[in-house]
Every structure is written in structure tokens, then in C-alpha cells.
């Protein structure tokens, strides 16, 4: 734990993987999108990069992950988690390990997004060429995404407090990149005593007013 | 990305929590226990702490972690994987940021533990009061272990290749410490599809040899 000459060459970023569902250009449905910060500088000037920055020594972890939130999205409570962190010796030119924080944003929460003007949002599945190793760090957040929608109920962090199953059966759909059978994803769901009906129905012009639910347990407290 | 007079207050260091099966002291049956180490330097001299140290400019993470798991028990292959990372602001009088590791031994790679003049085993739900947050990341890891172990083969870090359903289901009694109905066990374990029979049978003196079986999947490839 002592700082040695050696272990001062080793300097510590905190980077966010912001997710958010938005549609996809061509095919119009729900899809996977987070946002890239062009860089300004050396190394990788002028290539997309994962928003975030150096640790600052006052700010713990997840404070510096919000804080990159907030000033990437103009978001600040939205729903966030340690990731995980990357250090390979040759990821950057200097000795740089990152610390990797998530964040899901919710749709009422991105439409107060505010985009910086060194802000891009991209289709996750197809960012450009991204510096250092945020390629493999996208990736990363992406196959962990969709492992773990199938065993936790991450994919409330997406949704408003209520919801109909059909809405959080699109979330499903929009991370998984596939279509899923109404009847078997509301049998599953039901079984899985993760989500509560509200008692309440959405309200509008349908005869048949589908069902309201909301989390039997908050994001928060998923099992990792 | 820039090293700054601020990001370089910050250091990092690599814990790995190594745990392995032991009997209980007092019950004998198979317990987790881990090593700790004495610190002989402040701060926090005399307490026990995880083992591990410094990051070095020239190692990777897992590398770090692998050879604190050799320098603490003599092993070099065992399950090793990055469990978490704690950064709080006040963890340390210095600023520290731990990434930690998790190992998992099996019984026959634990006979060939090594012990330290500095280093001792524990009971992992019995440590002394530790050094740092340890207290709390050890805590971390124990809560992990038992969450993932009921969705996920990790239980067969613990085994060696082949392995009968009794010492499977001896794993998951020691890990969440409670007794599992045999019968219920294997037909939920069976469903899962994580274990394939090798098509041999314990050999032993028994009338009736339980069946063998192996991983379907490598302990490395278990979704996180």
C-alpha cells in the first residue's frame, strides 16, 4: 500500500458506458444507443472515446462515474454500476488503468438529455473505431448487458416507475436484438416475482387497458 | 488520460481474496476459509489485511492478482477472477484504490499450499478485525459467492475435474452453509445443464458407485 516510484507510473481513469433505448435509424425499432466524447488531444486526437477522466484524489468512484454522467447527459440519478476495470500494460501510452462504471438511462430521463458539443450518440453495436481499448470495453458492456438481462431485473433501470409487460418486454427485445413470444415472456416474467401489478391500468382508448406493474425490487438491490 | 499533479495522489493496488474449503474447527464440516497477512509497516501495522500490494507499472491486473495467489499459497492455476474495486476516499490515510480479485482453490490444489511466516488461514465468516475496508471487502466477497453460486457452475472452481453429485452438493452446503435436499438438489442441478456424466463411476468399495461427472463448461466461461 506504500507509494513507491514504481507504483506512481500507474494512473487511474474512471470511464462510463451511458446506455440509453432510442430507435434505430434504418429499422425504426428500439435499440441500444450511449454517447462518445471526440477527443481534443494526444493520445487518439480527433478519435471517439468513452466519456470519463483521471481519478481525482477528493471524489470516490461512483462519485466521479455520476459526475461524468452529469456532464455527458445533464442526468443525474439515473441508474448506475461498477462495470468493470481494464488494465492491460499496452492499453494506452501511458500506464493508464480504467475503472469502468455503467449507467441506464430511462427514457423520461433521456429526453432531458443535454449533449455536449464534443458529445456523439452512437448505435452501440456500431461505434466507430474508438480509442484506447474501448472497443473491447463497449463490447464488454454489451455482452454483460445481455447476460445479465436474462437472470436480474436490470432491465427495469429502463423503464418508468410503472409499466405494461409489452414495455418491458421491448426492453428485452431492444438488448437482446430479437423478438420474444408475448405469452412466454409474460409466463416467465410472472414467474420470476420480479416485477407487482400496481392494480392500476394504463389509461387511454383501448376497450382492453393493459395492466400497470412496477419493480418488486429496486435496481439498486439486484444481485451482481 | 493526462497525468495530472491530482491523478497522481491516487494509488493502486491489486488484493486478491483466495478462498478455500476447510473444515470447520468446531463442527468439522467443510467451510470457506482465506488467507490473511500480518502487516509489518503502518499503517494498520499488526492487523491482518487481504494479501496483495502495489500495482507494478509492468504487470496487468490479473497478473498482479496471480501472483500475490502464488506468493500467498504456492498455487498458480487456480479460478482467479476480478471481483470488484473499492475506492472510497477515506479507505486509507494515503488515497488507495484496491481492485480486488477473488481465487477460488480446489481440495487437491490445496494440499499444496504454502504458507508464509506472515500468513495465516481464517474461517472467511470469522476474520479478526482487518486492516483498511477489508472487513467489508471480505464481507463483499462472501455475499458475492453466495449469490452467484444458486445461478451460476461456479461451485466448480472448488472440485477437481471429475466429481460425484454428493461432492457437488457438499460445495453449495459449505458455501451458503445450510443443508440441501439431496434429491432436490440433483434434479435441479441435472436441469441446469452445467454438469455431463463422464459414463464412469467413483471406484471404492461401495455396492452401488455414485456416477461421475464433469464441468459442461469451463469455470472461466461462467457468464459474470
Request: glycine residues 4%; aromatic residues 8%; charged residues 25%.
Amino acid at each position: 500500500m506504500t507509494t513507491t516510484q514504481v507504483d506512481q507510473r500507474v494512473s487511474l481513469a474512471v470511464s462510463t458506458v451511458i446506455f440509453a433505448l432510442r430507435p434505430d435509424p434504418s429499422t425504426g425499432r428500439q435499440t441500444l444507443w450511449l454517447p462518445l466524447v471526440r477527443r481534443i488531444r494526444e493520445p487518439y486526437e480527433g478519435k471517439w472515446a468513452l466519456p470519463g477522466g483521471p481519478l481525482e484524489a477528493h471524489e470516490d468512484l461512483a462519485a466521479s462515474a455520476r459526475h461524468t454522467l452529469e456532464r455527458t447527459t445533464g442526468l443525474g440519478d439515473s441508474y448506475l454500476e461498477q462495470l468493470y476495470s481494464f488494465g492491460a500494460v499496452d492499453r494506452s501510452p501511458d500506464r493508464v488503468v480504467s475503472i469502468v462504471y455503467w449507467a441506464l438511462v430511462r427514457p423520461d430521463e433521456d429526453a432531458r438529455a443535454i449533449d455536449g458539443e464534443n458529445v456523439e450518440w452512437f448505435v452501440a453495436d456500431d461505434v466507430p473505431d474508438l480509442a484506447f481499448d474501448h472497443d473491447d470495453i463497449v463490447r464488454y458492456a454489451l455482452d454483460r448487458l445481455r447476460a445479465k438481462i436474462t437472470y436480474s431485473p436490470i432491465a427495469h433501470a429502463f423503464l418508468a416507475d410503472e409499466f405494461t409487460l409489452a414495455e418491458l418486454r421491448e426492453v428485452h427485445e431492444a438488448v437482446l436484438r430479437k423478438s420474444l413470444d408475448p405469452a412466454n415472456f409474460r409466463r416467465q416474467v410472472l414467474a420470476g416475482r420480479t416485477i407487482e401489478p400496481t392494480g392500476t391500468c394504463l389509461t387511454g382508448t383501448s376497450h382492453r387497458p393493459p395492466a400497470l406493474y412496477r419493480a418488486a425490487a429496486r435496481p439498486e438491490e439486484i444481485a451482481r
